[in-house]
């Protein structure tokens, strides 16, 4: 298996992560050991992929000022701006 | 026109049969790559060994993007339907816009998804789904941990476990809790579907060259900075991947009003005929929805769904499920180990003492009152997650059994998925 370029970059919390094309922005932060996505509403816990389809909105971020964005299924794209 | 939600094993041969048939086709599916959460595969950017068994999924796809009579509609997603004088609409958000697809026929694949038991710690980053941990590596090349513990139970943890450690992640251990001998409840099924054996032997095999073995009978028990807790046993490890079977997906099959039921193990699938006719006339349903059972169950169904598969193939496949069922029962065992500090809804952060104080305090008397009281199940997931989950612990809680009309009443949601107010009221600009 060969590792295509991470030709994408996108900022996560104002840090710049790189990503290949394909890959959702938990994927690529995943793979930068950026374990932590969010913190929680009430008892502000650390949150991370949990089932990597979509169907848990465990992993939700603010993508491009958009909240609620599940980042397992979104696909980073040039200059994404991403936030917890 | 015949609308199949759901690209995966099921809905694609339901797609490619219905082609065949003269019958136009509009292949509805949240992905952008065709395969659902079972052919999973990197995309084309990636150099890579194809596997075997990937041979049969690629001849599928070819026939899908070379038919004209298919339409693949990709990174849609269906979140309300209704059927109107023999017409069924189907609202679907695409790249943030509403549009409405109507058909005649609508056959439903939407697959299922890893059931998750709540324990300490599975809150935390690091716990996740086998099926997380497969799509990370399987569709964007990601291991998601160096040192991984996978437990819980079913045949899905062995390819987990064998993907993950070819891939160079070390399996500190690999946990199915229910015992080997069980398998005795499945020699039927076996016998009528010899492939199976070779695939477990296939497994069992690259599981021993890989030099992992699998403890029978133990699970995770915690999981906290970074030791995971085995019985006794205490491991480090960076990941903990735990799924305890699955859920169907029924979300649109009830918005539509189709008859769901519940089978012996609890699991609400919906009920469909010899045709995979759901109870409403002209929805039709294939695949994980109508009970789990692989994807040669999967295929068998969709075809059939679409007007032309093999019945005998379908039984095999069944029998071999209903089989399976009994091999991998999850046992009761977790709801009376459950300490009251757990979190039992991941959204709304619930904890059991949560739901035992509405019941003791507040006077639940069911699911459905606990979650009104507490919140548990209403958060963005709609009770994906926790719903079956919240309602065993009331249960146990007040020593009955779940209601079925309870079961099914927490598998079915009004929604398929939040829509924001733009995307509604974009209005319903695009017709098919």
């Known amino acids: 298996m060969i590792q ?81 | 026109m015949i609308a199949i939600i759901g690209a995966g094993p099921a809905g694609l041969a339901a797609a490619v049969t219905a082609a065949k048939k003269g019958e136009k086709v509009i292949l509805i599916d949240s992905s952008t ?28 796809f070819d026939q899908v993007l070379s038919s004209p009579l298919i339409t693949w509609y990709s990174n849609a997603h269906v979140w309300q339907a209704e059927k109107k004088n023999e017409i069924f609409y189907l609202y679907v958000v695409k790249n943030g816009v509403e549009e409405v697809i109507t058909a005649q026929k609508v056959i439903l ?28 590596l399987k569709t964007h090349g990601v291991l998601v941990g160096k040192k991984i513990v996978i437990a819980g139970t ?3 943890l062995l390819p987990v476990a064998t993907g993950l450690a070819s891939a160079g992640a070390e399996i500190v251990a690999l946990l199915e809790a229910n015992k080997q001998w069980r398998w005795v409840f499945n020699v039927h099924g ?20 890989l030099g992992i073995s699998i403890q029978y009978g133990s699970t995770v028990t915690s999981f906290e900075a970074g030791i995971a807790t085995i019985g006794k046993k205490e491991i480090a490890c960076d990941v903990v991947a735990v799924g305890w079977g ?47 059972g692989g994807s040669v169950l999967a295929i068998a169904e969709g075809e059939i769904a679409a007007g032309k598969g093999n019945r005998v193939t379908r039984w095999r496949a069944q029998v071999f499920a209903k089989g399976l069922q009994r091999v991998y029962p999850v046992s009761s065992g977790w709801l009376s180990s459950l300490n009251s500090e757990v979190t039992l809804c991941r959204c709304e952060e619930v904890k059991v003492s949560d739901i035992q104080s509405a019941i003791d305090e507040l006077g639940a008397q069911d699911g459905r009152s606990a979650k ?26 007040l020593s009955r059994e779940v209601p079925d009309r309870e079961r099914i009443a927490s598998a079915s949601r009004p929604l398929a998925g939040p829509i924001s107010l733009g995307e509604l009221g974009d209005g319903l600009g695009k017709k098919f």
Not at chain 1, 4 to 16: D, I, M, Q, R, V
Not at chain 1, 29 to 41: C, G, K, N, P, S
Not at chain 2, 267 to 279: A, I, M, P
């Open chain 2, 372 to 397: 009104l009281l507490t919140r548990a199940g209403m958060g963005l997931c709609q009770g994906r997650v926790c719903g079956r989950n919240v309602s065993e612990v009331v249960a146990c809680h």
């Open chain 2, 246 to 292: 699955f859920v169907p997906e029924l979300s649109l099959a009830g918005i539509l009003g189709a008859k769901l039921s519940v089978q012996k193990d609890g699991t609400v699938v919906v009920d469909v005929d010899r045709n995979q006719e759901t109870s409403i006339q002209g929805l039709f349903a294939a695949g994980e929805s109508t009970g789990i």
């Open chain 2, 33 to 60: 790559r065709l395969g659902g959460q079972y052919w999973r595969h990197l995309p084309s950017n990636w150099k890579q060994k194809r596997l075997p068994y990937f041979a049969e999924a690629q001849e599928l």
């Open chain 2, 190 to 209: 076996l016998l009528l579907n010899p492939s199976k054996i070779r695939e477990g032997v296939y497994y069992l095999k690259k599981l021993r060259s």
């Open chain 2, 154 to 156: 079913g045949p899905f």
């Open chain 2, 109 to 136: 694949a939407t697959g299922a998804y890893d059931r998750s038991l709540p324990f300490p710690g599975w809150t935390g980053p690091g716990v996740m789904t086998p099926g997380a941990a497969q799509a990370m």
């Open chain 1, 4 to 84: 295509p370029n991470k030709s994408l970059t996108f900022t996560f919390n104002g840090e710049s992560f790189g990503a290949i094309p394909g890959q959702t922005i938990a994927a690529a932060l995943l793979q930068a050991e950026r374990t932590t996505l969010r913190t929680t509403r009430f008892n502000d816990e650390p949150r991370s992929i949990f089932c990597g389809i979509g169907i848990c909105w465990d992993c939700v971020v603010t993508v491009n000022g958009v909240s609620n964005q599940r980042s397992c299924l979104i696909e980073v794209s040039d200059g994404m701006v991403v936030k917890s």
